[in-house]
């Protein structure tokens, strides 16, 4: 198992790297001059040859390639252009943000979701599971901007009950909750529908199955059968989406975060790209692909609890699982 | 086995498990209910004081505060660089200059300085600062050094040299010559009428602490300290800046604007304009700027509605490096097809003033009263295009996606230009692609939408149309030189009503050459709570430290 892990491990750090390369050029496959945008109209040519200097853009793209990606290494993911701000410190300062945002928007999504697509498959084709369908296709149909919108006009003007813009600070935890819980239903609120649907397709195979009939034959409650013994098994694929959910949630983060003017990743690498800001680019986008390598390792590893199939694949022996 | 009657038999799963009666769907109905209202209760909390129709003076206790908006976040608060918008509108409450703009108008008051006299050739400008004002965080009394400091860092004359974007505007200055503690002489190299209008009184000429400077070097940018009536008292990035009042402001601003009243200026970063509305509507922000599609919506709400008609300007351009396009018939033929008036209802809901020409009536100088105003004249564009002996030509049209309205101008024109038989493709391109200039990127240009702003002095706007800005900021690769050495006169000329002459000389030549059809001036709406009096030039710039309620 250890052996395992480290392997995955091993993999996800290659897939960095790779990623760090394939990043540093694709930055500059983008066109436009991010001298001539951040000086702007005010800047003559002498100055800005200067400038370009200064921030390294006179060397050429493979040079300027290997130090970012030698520096990443390292640690230093440079500063930015126009602020002098370590890229580092940018980052530290927004990722918490986008990362509670997204684990909220797919936490609400889990605790919302499960249940509604345990209740439609254990009320399959009843008039609550069609309700359930509408409701799941709507949120999944509905995208998280206008979603956002609307949340704000219903719960900020409306029925005034939570603060419309900002993030708030960790250290008011609930003042900070008040200002995720919109973003949060904003951004897992398609999650939400999709969770349901996957939930009640396998959890309606699931209960099909010879050992539901069997636990249903010895009497056992349906609330047991249906949270202990079914939800189990039929969470193994929506747990392997979760992982892609996450990066997902992240990158609809960016739109939420404008909406909200909350603080994030997504809200800086915006504004990087539209003034050229290659460090602040880079290092966030790096960041964000960073978490979701490592989202999706935490995802795959998470199979080994659920799936007594895989611990004796990964494990090698030659029993299998299941109940006996 | 066990079994329970009471719960589902083998074989009536299913069956049983769909019928709810009436009395469980009630159960469950209330424990969600319940479930809800708790949860929103812990998190809930009563209107925000000073919400709609609440006057400001029921706010909660503790520091008065004034929230506005900023549309992104700040990057750069030193005066050498400040990058965009939001930098500025920050820095108005940060920095003084020694002489000012009126808020509210364009008359010239001094600020920091007692006295300031020109002198008659207008190579030099003597100054004597007011003693006693301070800096911000004990860094001081300004002094006259500090202000050869603060100006010859952005004209790059200090070492090392900044490399400032605003060295242009101090292009004329020759040095700062300190006299003693708190007089000077600004001497320069030869007349510079801009001077009184962009720098001195522009974030070119707000006055910083050289000692400041020194300590805090590139950290000055996000912890600027000026003399202003507010200090820079946080930062929280994408989210706000928070200025707190200057408890030793020298007062320096008050023979002509009452003191500021606020304890605290906090200004939110909103992005989008539609949750800036909303923001506004649920007490977060008591000013913002609102989108042109709110503006009817917000008047007939009940809150205050202001507006601003800016410097800039909206124009569609020609590529006078297209061979089709320097035929003059093609130009005129355009001009002729596009209908102005369609496109400003269309785009911008009828709010913005038709430009006739490139300098907007509130400019103190260069307004071309007599500015042709075309009208569409479908009759007279099909004679210009019969006259070019193009059969159905095809042309490419940009516009920059950040450009409000302008995917709809676009799509106007194309539609304008197809009743005379010009078929236009659009293209939407991304900010920082539009500005690309060069040969390949201008060649995919026949035609585009573009807008460029300006400042309080005619040059600013004139001065990307040159032969030297080929290749730059003049897309239209345009180069008269005529044009080019009137614009330049246009900077030394210093009297007032050559200079009105020169620039409607300018914009005479321009409208001759026929490679522009003129759009708008843009004007700026904001909205604001009940009880809230803004403070704003007349373009539009915020001026927050003088907000009154």
Redesign the interface.
Known sequence: MIVYIVKRALMAFVVVVLLMVFLGVLVHLIPGDPVKIILGQQASPALSEQVRVQMGLDKPVATQVWLFVWHALRGDLGTDFITHVPVLTLIADALPHTVVLAIAGLGLAVVLGVPLGVYAASHANSLGDRVTALLSVSLITMPAYIAGLLLLLAFTVELPLVPSIGTGSFEHPLDYLRHLLLPAVALGSTWIGYIARMVRTSMIEVLNSNYIRTARAYGLKQRTILYKHALKNALIPTVAVLGVGLGHLMGGAVLIENIFSRSGLGQLILGAIATRNYPVIRGGVLAIAVLFVVTNLIADLSYRFLDPRIRVEIGGSGRQGGPG | ????PQ??R?DQ??TR??E?DRREFLRRAGILGASAAAS?GS??????SG?LGVAIAEADSGPSQLTIRLT??I??LDPA?E?ADPDLQTMFNIYENLVSFKPGTFDLVNTLANQWEPSSDKLSYHFKLKKGIEFHQNFGEVTADDVKFSFERIAGLTTP?L?S?????WSALERVEVTDKYTGVIHLKHPYAPLMTLTIPGNPGHIVSRKAVEKLG??F??NPIGTGPYEFAKW?????VLLTKFAKYSGASSQYAAAPIWDEIRM?????D??AG??L?????DFTQIPLTAVKQFQSSGLGVTKRTQFGYKWIGMNLEDPLFQDVNLRLAIRYAIDVPGILAAAFEGLWPQATAIIPPSMPIGYWKEAPQYEQDIAKATSYLAKTGLKNPTINMTYDL?EPGGSTVAQVVQQNLQSIGISVNVQGV????F??TGSA?QMQRHLFYAG?GSQADPAQSMQ?FTCKQLN??NYMYWCDNTFTSLASQGQTETDPGKRQQIYVELQEIWDKAANAVWVAWPTVYFAQKMGITPSLRPDGRIIAWNFRA
């Open positions: 086995m066990n079994y329970d719960e589902p083998f799963v299913g498990d769909r709810v929103l998190l809930a909390q009563p209107a925000p919400g992104s976040d990057s750069n660089f990058p040299n490399n974007p605003y060295q242009g505007n590139n950290s940018a996000t929280a990035p994408q989210q706000f939110n970063v909103i992005g989008n539609q949750a909303i923001a509507q649920s007490g977060a922000v950040t991304e900010d920082g692609a500005l690309v990127a460029y990307w730059l900021w």
